[in-house]
């Protein structure tokens, strides 16, 4: 069960073409980035007519990076659908629940995961993973870090599916399961929009941080998914923070935030 979006929707033939009547190739987005001192790749999906806005399609139709905290998403799904944990108040630690695992981002809360990871099993992980075809499905020696390890990689159009297919319940697992890892997500919400999001970073083989931002935005009942993958040599540079001001910076240059979507 492929999460891609991009290649399911929209076919081969893009290949050899940058745009077409459902996808947008916006290579002006670069200066957000560029302001940040990164490079990267941004993506936004309308659901409602089926159109993708893109920056940098190469890197994110084809280059694959750690998902890092992003696979916090897929091992919540798995750990609540086998009855591993119950829901977000579980403890994975005496001292760390699930949900406050899911939203922190110090070493606390990444111990948390491996934790879990280890309750959950390489056996099951490994089931899954190969049943949503979740990257390059690759998993190393390493059971207890192999997301954070540059082992396991995904390209940004799947991390865009996956977002989709659980906000509409269209993932292998109960919708209670998906529910649950809905709610989780941090959020920042008012009267016109809701933004529900999901930060990342970690570090690849060359030394460069590589960083993700990923998840909704809602006005008017009406989804549009977005993903931010960015790098920079740099580090010790803060990725979730420069990611997630670039995402709302576009998003705002989109027109979104109004509540007029």
């Known amino acids: 069960m492929k999460t891609s979006l991009f290649t399911v929707l929209i076919g ?18 670069q200066h957000y980035f560029d302001s940040a001192g990164v490079k990267g790749s941004f993506s936004l999906f309308d659901n409602g007519h089926g159109h993708f806005t893109i ?6 139709r084809d280059s694959l990076y750690q ?20 829901d977000d ?32 099993g390489k ?19 390493d059971t207890t870090a192999f997301w954070t390890n540059n082992y396991l990689k995904i390209n940004a159009d799947e991390q865009l599916g996956l977002l989709k297919k659980l906000y509409f319940d269209q993932l292998p697992f109960f919708q209670r399961t998906q529910e ?23 570090t690849k083989d060359d030394g460069h941080s590589i960083g993700w931002v990923m998840g909704w935005v809602e006005e008017n009942k009406h989804p549009y998914f977005f993903v931010v993958n960015l790098e920079s040599v740099d580090p010790n540079k803060d990725l979730g923070t420069a990611g997630l001001a670039i995402a709302k910076s576009i998003l705002q240059q989109q027109g979104f935030f109004q509540g007029k979507k």
């Open 89 to 120: 108040t579980s403890f994975l630690t005496p001292a760390l629940t699930l949900g406050k695992a899911f939203h922190a981002t110090d070493d606390s809360s990444r111990l948390g995961f491996r934790v879990l990871a280890a309750r959950i």
């Open 55 to 60: 920056y940098n399609l190469s890197r994110y």
């Open 180 to 202: 649950i890892v809905r709610r989780m997500m941090p959020a920042e919400s008012n009267s016109s929009y809701r933004l529900t999001y999901k930060v990342a970073q970690g």
């Open 123 to 141: 056996d099951t992980l490994k089931k899954w993973i190969d049943s949503l075809q979740y990257g390059n499905k690759y998993m190393g020696a």
């Open 12 to 29: 081969s033939f893009l290949l050899t073409a940058c745009s077409s009547g459902n996808v947008t190739v916006d290579d002006s987005l």
């Open 67 to 86: 998902p890092g905290a992003t696979f916090d998403i897929l091992m919540s799904l798995i750990a609540i659908q086998t009855g591993v944990v119950k």
